[in-house]
């Protein structure tokens, strides 16, 4: 069955801090990895997409890996900001078209404190 | 920038009544999604909709389930007989349709649906 498995389940950090976010994920095939981030309440907003191809892809603070061979992917916060604090979640999208279902992880509740 | 709206963002119904959640995706974009989320429970999709029909479908989207482009801008999940355990957060979500894999999902907010 395609699941996304991420690490740790939560993790509180001080402001100002990096930290990394784990992500394996078994589904297959495999078309691309997202990275998301979602506020209490709220939809989740991407924050990348990376392809079989891609490695490493950032948007500002935020740097995310990926090993297709290993089926691995993390998330890389730099510098933390309180308004950091979140859910972020990785979200696999399965087959070879970019519109077949995607498959969420349950995240990791990040926070961050003062 | 552009945004999915949701309306209402929260429903208080009864078991066994019928709910419509509405859904305003972005103008251009061709495939349209409905996702839920249980309290503390990961995301799961429920359908995919395409050219005026479902293009995918979960397990989740039994006959209880419906989805509807009634006009030009409008997207709706409907459900038939509401039981205690559709009480979720509903995603609806679209994207344009792109020829590279960088497909653009954008979420909308949620509405919260409380059957009692």
Sequence with gaps: KNQVEQSPQSLIILEGKNCTLQ???????????????????????????????????????????????????????????????????????????????????????????? | EPEVTQTPSHQVTQMGQEVILRCVPISNHLYFYWYRQILGQKVEFLVSFYNNEISEKSEIFDDQFSVERPDGSNFTLKIRSTKLEDSAMYFCASSEMAVDVNYGYTFGSGTRLTVV
């Design chain 1, 23 to 114: 992500c394996n994920y078994t589904v297959s095939p495999f078309s691309n990895l997202r990275w998301y981030k979602q506020d209490t309440g709220r939809g989740p907003v991407s924050l990348t997409i990376m392809t079989f191809s891609e490695n490493t892809k950032s948007n500002g603070r935020y740097t995310a890996t990926l090993d297709a061979d290993t089926k691995q992917s993390s998330l890389h916060i730099t510098a933390s900001q309180l308004s950091d604090s979140a859910s972020y979640i990785c979200v696999v999208s399965e087959g070879n078209s970019g519109n077949t279902p995607l498959v969420f992880g349950k995240g990791t509740r990040l926070s961050v404190i003062a």
